[in-house]
């Protein structure tokens, strides 16, 4: 039986980092609930807009590389990965990896999520993992190629309990020999997961059968 570990566990499992974030933020002026502190409104609809290629800083999935997954992809510069040994699990997939975007100075993790061999394709694993997590809506999903696999990607947005706001996020997915991979990039809002974008989309366009 899966576990479920949806973004709300995984920022509680973060709450001293956002705790202090938070702190610094709070004399940039959030009035009342009816106000925005100068953010546009997140919208799972903001993917078109321009934005610079991230640098490659290595690329990671293979044999001996941080985390040893079915497929290899680039990851952004002074991104960190770590492996994950947590049984953590959201819907048909386990969490594998966690590249960590703070060395770049960012908040938010691109997370990648691994499970085993199966008949179900990439759009029906994307389905699955975004329907186990609470909170979704307005999900947007479209087709993909990317180094002979043929995937799944989404945006949606979050209610987040704990920040007490909508923020966007996005996903990808495909499937192996070695059971299906989900790439999942959150944030601590919808700035920050905007600024990530560029280390989202190396990795799916760098995206290989390991």
Not at 181 to 202: C, K, N, Q, S
């Amino acid at each position: 039986m899966l576990v479920r570990a949806g973004n709300t566990w995984l920022w509680m499992a973060h709450a001293a980092l956002l705790a202090g974030v938070l702190t610094g933020c709070s004399e940039a002026g959030e009035g009342d609930d009816s106000t925005t502190s100068g953010r546009p409104s997140a919208t799972a609809e903001t993917s078109g807009r321009d934005r610079t290629a991230a640098s490659s800083g290595g690329t990671i999935g293979a044999a001996g590389s941080a985390c040893e997954l079915p497929v290899t992809f680039g990851i952004a510069e002074s991104w960190k990965a770590e492996a994950v040994k947590a049984p953590l699990s959201q819907g048909p997939v386990t969490l594998a990896c966690e590249i960590d975007a703070k060395p770049a100075g960012n908040i938010g993790f691109l997370r990648v999520w691994t499970g085993r061999p199966g008949d179900a394709d990439a759009r029906t694993v994307l389905e699955a993992f975004v329907a186990a997590e609470d909170g979704v809506s307005k999900e947007k999903y479209s087709a993909f190629t990317s180094g002979g696999l043929s995937g799944t990607k989404v945006e949606y947005l979050y209610a987040s309990e704990l920040l007490d706001e909508t923020k966007k996020e996005s996903a990808f997915a495909v499937t192996t020999a070695d059971g299906p991979v989900v790439v999942h990039l959150g944030g601590l809002d919808t700035d920050e997961h905007e600024e990530m974008l560029p280390a989202y989309d190396l990795a799916r366009r760098t995206l290989h059968v390991a």
